[in-house]
């Protein structure tokens, strides 16, 4: 299936692909059988949202290989215009379907992103659950732009096939434009908050909360503070746009453009700072993470607090694909049981992260 042949529907003046998940998995193999490197991007209320007020953000998401409906509220967008995806491929489900595809094709991925040490821990967790997954390296999303160079370096070093980055919207699309040919990989993901949820950082919504649309609640919840903006003021504003398109109004209000070169693949770009601390050698398990010393700190953009769960179980949920999925297409890969540490802790935190 090339790129012309993808159904698409068109939101904000962004396509979507329109893939069942098997069409969709398919659609990536083939992206890697082009020996071209593709972005693909998980595609949401608030990534649409930003590319309605970002116009550079939106030529980003526009030079992406694919873009994929995440969450309910591009579901109901789609139905404003009497459309349909035939399923909601939320990027926190879908992502395991991608690394059990590169599992089973012997792909190697790298994970890049979130605070020190969540990414190996993740990555330990899922080498353990995917057999035949091979993680070759792992790096946090904390880091200077002088630092940028020798992570695209190492990354190319370690014969990645795959690079998932989790450094939040719109900071993780474009590095993965720029820098994916450099890495030499063929397939860039950017994953939001992922490894996160799947180390315990922060607590999944119980299923049935998924079922009904309602994850986003459960965010704003836990993390009123990050994400009261996002939701409570992203989310109508989303659906007005949403609904005065499907009416054949203007979609968009744009606001001043974000100084982003319009160089392509392989060039640099500031990256968001923040620690660069060691991270300890693990060997087995098809996980072989080379070890990184500390090269000094720098300050990180943005602080906040992040809400730990309490006493949570990892049966509390399980982290299936949605229902509009055939059962027998699900993959039983539930998050790891988030850390009970009492109080929340304040740590370095990404720039409006995806999930």
Same mark, same amino acid.
């Given at each position: ?5 993808v159904?698409?529907?068109r939101l ?11 069409e969709a ?7 890697y ?5 593709s ?13 309605a ?7 980003t ?15 109901i ?18 992502t395991?379907?991608i690394?059990s595809?590169a599992?089973e094709?012997?792909?190697?991925v790298y994970?890049?992103g ?7 821990v993740?990555?330990?967790?899922l ?5 035949g ?18 992570? !695209? =370096? *190492?990354?190319?070093s370690s014969g990645?096939?795959?690079? %998932?980055?989790? /450094?939040?919207?719109?900071?993780? +699309?474009r590095?993965l ?7 030499g ?16 950082? !922060? =607590? *999944?919504?119980?299923y ?5 649309? %309602?994850?986003? /609640?459960?965010r704003?919840?836990? +993390? ?13 504003r989303?659906l007005?746009?949403?609904?005065r ?11 001043g453009?974000?100084?982003e ?8 770009i500031?990256q968001?700072?923040?620690n660069?601390l060691a ?7 098809n ?6 010393k ?6 990180p ?13 990892a ?14 297409e ?7 049981a ?10 370095a935190e ?6």
């Open positions: 299936m090339s790129a012309s042949d159904p698409t529907i904000l003046g962004v396509d979507l692909a329109r893939l069942e998940t098997q998995l398919g659609k990536i193999e083939d992206l059988g082009s020996g071209e490197p972005l693909i991007a998980f595609t949401n209320a608030h990534t649409l949202n930003l590319a007020e970002q116009p550079t953000y939106k030529k998401l526009g030079r992406a290989a694919l873009r994929l409906n995440d969450g309910k509220g591009v579901m967008a789609a139905w404003f215009q009497g459309k349909r995806f035939p399923h909601d491929l939320n990027g926190n489900f879908f395991p379907r690394l595809l599992a094709r012997g792909w190697s994970f890049l979130a605070a020190p040490g969540v990414a190996e993740a990555a330990g967790r080498v353990r659950l995917l057999p997954l091979k993680v070759v390296g792992v790096r946090d999303g904390y880091f200077s732009p002088a630092e940028e160079g020798s992570i !695209v =370096e *190492r990354i190319r990645a096939d795959v690079v %998932l980055a989790g /450094l939040g919207n719109p900071l993780q +699309e590095w434009l720029r820098h994916l040919a450099g890495t990989a063929r397939i860039g993901v950017g994953v939001g908050a992922f490894f996160d949820f799947q180390a315990g950082e !922060v =607590e *999944r919504a119980p049935w909360m998924n079922l009904l649309g %309602l994850e986003w /609640l459960h704003l919840v836990l +993390e009123p503070r990050r994400m009261w903006r996002r939701y409570v003021l992203g989310n109508p989303f007005y746009r949403a609904a398109e499907a009416l054949g109004g203007r979609a968009t209000r744009v606001r453009p974000i100084d070169p319009e160089t392509g693949i392989g060039s640099a500031p968001e700072t923040g660069n991270i300890p050698q693990e060997t087995g398990n996980l072989a993470i080379p070890q990184e500390a090269a000094g700190s720098v300050v953009q943005e602080r906040g607090k992040r809400s730990k769960a309490r006493g949570a179980s049966s509390s949920h399980s982290d299936l694909p949605r229902r509009e999925q055939p059962m027998a699900q993959i039983d890969l539930a998050p790891a988030p850390k009970d540490e009492g109080s929340s802790s304040e740590e990404h720039v409006q992260r995806t999930r």
